[in-house]
């Protein structure tokens, strides 16, 4: 069962985006934005995706090695308060999102 870490923020609202780092040619960052993109439908956050070969700059700071696609989780200062690696389910992701207390649309 995987762990994750999370920022509990009580009584104050946090707008949440989600960055993805992938690459056009990773099979699981094409699964994971068809996911991110069906969850965008049903919850209020801000979803932005970089593409390895097209915004190189972005990867700055990522280690070359690690597993794609990188999905973070920040908050309305760009701090992340989740990051993960490599296809997860749409289930997985949602429970993130629901216990960073993104609201539904």
Do not use: H, Q, R, T
């Given at each position: 069962m995987k762990k994750f870490v999370y920022l509990?923020?009580?009584?104050?609202?946090?707008?949440?985006?989600?960055?993805?780092?992938?690459?056009?040619?990773?099979?699981?960052?094409?699964v994971m934005d068809n996911v991110l993109n069906k969850l965008q439908d049903l919850y209020n956050f801000d979803y932005v995706s970089y593409d390895y070969d097209n915004d190189r700059?972005?990867?700055?700071?990522?280690?070359?090695?690690?597993?794609?696609?990188?999905?973070?989780?920040?908050d309305d200062n760009n701090r992340v308060l989740v990051k993960i690696n490599g296809e997860h389910s749409t289930k997985e992701i949602e429970d993130i999102l629901v216990d960073l207390g993104v609201e539904l649309k």
């Open positions: 509990i923020i009580v009584n104050e609202v946090i707008i949440i985006k989600v960055i993805k780092y992938s690459a056009a040619w990773c099979m699981s960052c094409i700059d972005k990867f700055i700071g990522f280690d070359e090695n690690e597993k794609l696609p990188i999905i973070e989780f920040v």
